[in-house]
């Protein structure tokens, strides 16, 4: 027969035997002193994060406080966001003389393509003359018959 | 110091007891002992006195003890205390012993490993709550204040507790 789940009677009893449990003789006169030198070597300083969470620990008042004025802080910084973020694209659109449209040609490049005419690619170095292209230009890193560098001067490029 | 050490020799029993029953290990309760009363020391400038020293340095036992069983995951290797030559002749316990408990070659040593396995096999807040109550004989209010829950939560945690108590020892409470 199984013991009436709502009659601890006989549990109680048994628990006694925790009470019975007792450390090494001679335990908790030796305890303090061990204490007292854990503390006088310096163990246990507390640092800045230690004791806040200290506060945190033993003064709920304090965790209900600090949650919220964080959470005040919050509001009010997604509020100011969702107030000053419309005033400020507004005051530039404002502002500009210009648009992204009226930067664009007038002639823009929707005119038609005349097919007849030749295509004229421009090179990069300003000639527009496929057949004929402009002589290379020479390089910082040109050398000369003997192997050494060679000076080099723009001032006669085309 | 010496104020301090008045203190260490008021409370140990009972804060070592708290946490040894939390445990069942005595190498962890000396370790969780020493270390909650470094700990008060060094947190006294945060007491303020709005509840009693005892409550206050039980809280830090208790919060202590919660997180080493959490970090260990429950994984508590029993080291058991052995039990005072009273046990023997606590009436209630021979009672146990030699009439209503069915394995009538169960002694002493044998009960007392059954019982510490089913307090482990509790959560730490269920386990807190048998210990402070059925163990160390404090109120419901004062496990509330300790606990930093109402008594109703108590109370509830008690019952849960005693109920799952019982099934774990079932073959020992007939």
Known sequence: MNPDPNDFEALLKLMALKRHEQPPPGYFSRLPDTIAARLERGEGQLGFWETFMDHLTFRPAFVYSFSLAALGALTISVIYSVRVQPEESAQMAGNNSYSWQSAAPEQGLASPYDSSQPLHVANWMGSDNVSNPAPAMPSLFDTGAHGHPMPVSFAGSP | ?174
């Not at chain 2, 069983?69 to 029993?78: G, P, S, T």
């Not at chain 2, 002493?108 to 210990?131: D, F, G, P």
């Not at chain 2, 059925?134 to 945690?157: A, F, K």
Request: proline fraction near 1%; include cysteine; hydrophobic fraction near 40%.
């Open chain 2, 1 to 174: 110091m010496g104020a301090y050490d008045l203190l260490v020799r008021r409370y140990q029993e009972r804060i070592y007891a708290t946490v040894y029953h939390m445990t069942s290990n005595h190498e962890d309760a000396n370790d969780l002992t020493q270390e909650t009363f470094i700990k008060a020391f060094r947190a006294l400038r945060t007491f303020k006195g709005d509840s009693s020293f005892y409550t206050w340095i039980y809280r830090i036992a208790v919060n202590k003890s919660i997180n080493f069983l959490k970090q260990r995951k429950n994984r508590v290797q029993m080291s058991l205390n052995d039990m005072d030559v009273n046990a023997e002749n606590d009436p209630d316990l021979v009672a146990l012993v030699s009439e209503k408990t069915p394995r009538r070659d169960l002694n002493l040593a044998e009960l007392q490993e059954k019982l510490n396995a089913a307090l482990l096999r509790l959560s730490e807040h269920h386990r807190m709550v048998v210990t402070l109550h059925d163990i160390q004989g404090l109120s419901h209010e004062e496990i509330g204040h300790i606990m930093d829950c109402n008594i109703g939560t108590v109370r509830s945690r008690l019952f849960y507790a005693r109920q799952q108590m019982q099934a774990y020892l079932s073959d020992y409470l007939k």
